[in-house]
């Protein structure tokens, strides 16, 4: 199963959100799941932010942009071939200021194109092209945003990534959001650490479940033998 698999906290040795994304890949791996991983972390290579140059090319018609254009897009073209190859996607961030760390708003704008993660269809509708992809989310808050929570109300991240990526054509995103793990007591921190690692446990064997379902790929050698090539 190829799989992207996207960090995005200003931290590193020190971030949850690395720590949990890194450990959902492990379970997958002792579920025996053969993974192929495309990695990228955008705190580090970040997207650039929208400019005017890329506003108006995006929306110039393929077949009409100039070289100039073409260039201004070649970075986000490739971002959008690397996410359309993806056989499932895992996306860990932390929550900064209630929604997404910037880095990861920049990725979302390099990867919502026309034309290649959605198109247009005659009647004027959209339709997004991850429809095959299995999607994560892997948050980390420092509060408590759960239901009956005081900061319940304040989560601008789960809606902002269900919308983004449902116009991409993702209608079912799992999320595993880790909370508190900063405005909370160390027993509190470390019962939601506990509970999102076992929530990406569940997962893990839910994906692995579903990769083993999927029929191998079949192919006859030069003897006419049937071989298996390779799984999902
Ligand atoms: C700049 C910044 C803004 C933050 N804003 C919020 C916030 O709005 N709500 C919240 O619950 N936690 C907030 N936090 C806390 C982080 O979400 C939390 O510590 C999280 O575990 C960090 O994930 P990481 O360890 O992967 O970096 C913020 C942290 C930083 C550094």
């Not at 379902?213 to 033998?225: E, F, I, K, S």
Request: hydrophobic residues 45%; charged residues 25%; negative net charge.
């Amino acid at each position: 199963m190829k799989i992207m698999h996207v960090d995005a906290s200003a931290k590193r040795e020190r971030s949850n959100s690395r720590a949990l994304s890194r450990y959902f890949l492990e379970r997958l791996r002792e579920e025996r799941v053969n993974l192929e991983v495309d990695y990228l972390d955008v705190a580090v290579d970040t997207p650039p932010h929208v400019t005017e140059a890329f506003a108006i090319a995006t929306y110039t018609p393929a077949h009409e942009r100039t070289a100039a254009m073409k260039a201004t897009l070649a970075a986000s073209d490739a971002l959008c071939e690397r996410l359309l190859a993806a056989d499932a996607l895992v996306f860990a961030m932390p929550m900064y200021n209630w929604s997404m760390p910037s880095a990861f708003k920049a990725y979302i704008d390099s990867v919502t194109r026309t034309g290649l993660t959605y198109v247009h269809s005659e009647d004027g509708r959209t339709a997004g092209q991850l429809v095959r992809q299995k999607v994560l989310f892997i948050t980390s808050r420092g509060a408590d945003l759960r239901a009956g929570s005081p900061y319940e109300s304040m989560d601008a991240l789960t809606p902002a990534l269900t919308a983004a990526f449902g116009f991409l054509g993702v209608a079912r995103p799992t999320f595993v959001d880790a909370q508190p793990l900063q405005f909370a007591n160390p027993a509190a921190r470390a019962e939601a650490l506990e509970r999102a690692r076992a929530e990406l446990a569940e997962v893990a064997v839910n994906w692995a479940k579903q990769v083993q379902a999927t029929p191998h790929v079949l192919a006859v050698d030069r003897d006419n033998q049937v071989m298996t090539l390779c799984q999902e």
